[in-house]
């Protein structure tokens, strides 16, 4: 029950009534008797300023989730970022702190990673190819290169945004070897999509048939992609034997990542 005391935080985006941010933090906020409830917010473009203002203002909510379209929108509007959040030119989270400033950060990497982790993927030393180099594809890339993998691999249609993309991770790893996407998937360790590509039934694939044949068993395979849960990658990967992370895994795992950047959640939840 929402009470007086009840603290708020929120997810900020338009439209709003498809995220599932709202189910998964009060079922765990009621799991734990916690006075706290998150609140879907629908904002129009035009009033995100004065709505970011009010924030500093509003003494009972400690944070914001950010969806779409607001991830880059916001950046110059808040007072702070962390090293990733200003990399990446993006924030998911926002931390209102007690003196009313706000703090963004990016989290989708490490939900990314933690997914991961706990399947048991360890990415320091390895090989892999990230599809996909807009948003969460940046946001995975950079989390992947933080974690220490030896050599990444980029493959994305517009050469501006993995040229972009390339760029920020050279300069903020410049030990690391980044690629353009190979020409086998033999010997590679991990495959992401990080596109909206097998998004919503087309069926269709992000990579071509050609070069996924030529990907084996002890590839990893994951897809950011949540609905349909296993997309059309991951049926493949799973018919060679491959392991697989789906993009619902991700979401849940990022939801500690976000709590705990507002302070209301421990980071493993
Ligand atoms: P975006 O528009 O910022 O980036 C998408 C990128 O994919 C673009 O750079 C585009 O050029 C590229 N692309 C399109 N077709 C491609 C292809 N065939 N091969 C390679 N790249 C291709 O979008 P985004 O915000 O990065 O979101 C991408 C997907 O991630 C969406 O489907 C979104 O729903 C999903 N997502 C999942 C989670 C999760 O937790 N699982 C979180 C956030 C977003």
């Given at each position: 029950m929402v009470r007086g005391t009840t603290r708020l935080v929120a997810i900020l985006g338009?439209?709003?009534?498809?995220?599932k941010s709202p189910e998964n933090f009060n079922t765990w906020f009621a799991s734990q008797n916690q006075d706290q409830v998150l609140i879907p917010i629908d904002m129009d473009g035009q009033s995100l300023e004065t709505f970011i203002q009010a924030l500093r203002g509003w003494h009972n909510l400690d944070g914001c989730v950010v969806t779409v379209p607001y991830k880059q929108s916001l950046v110059p509007l808040l007072d702070s970022l962390s090293e990733r959040a200003a990399a990446l030119k993006s924030v998911n989270v926002i931390r209102r702190e007690a003196n009313g400033k706000l703090l963004g950060d990016n989290v989708d990497g490490e939900g990314f990673l933690n997914a991961a982790r706990k399947n048991g993927?360890?990415?320091?030393g390895t090989s892999v190819l990230v599809v996909g180099a807009g948003g969460v594809g940046s946001a995975i890339a950079y989390a992947l290169a933080a974690a220490g993998v030896a050599r990444l691999a980029l493959s994305d249609p517009s050469a501006e945004r993995t040229e972009a993309l390339a760029n920020v991770l050279r300069t903020h790893f410049p030990s690391l070897s980044i690629e353009r996407a190979p020409t086998s998937l033999a010997g590679l360790n991990l495959l992401v999509n990080a596109s909206p590509v097998g998004m919503g039934g087309t069926g269709e694939l992000p990579l071509s048939r050609e070069l996924l044949?030529?990907?084996?068993?002890?590839t990893w395979v994951a897809d950011v992609v949540t609905s349909p849960e296993i997309t059309p990658l991951l049926a493949l990967a799973q018919s060679k034997g491959c392991a697989i992370q789906t993009g619902p895994q991700m979401a849940r795992a990022q939801l500690g990542n976000l709590g705990a950047f507002m302070g209301v959640t421990p980071l493993d939840i």
């Open positions: 338009t439209p709003i009534a498809q995220v993927f360890q990415a320091a044949e030529s990907l084996s068993a002890h």
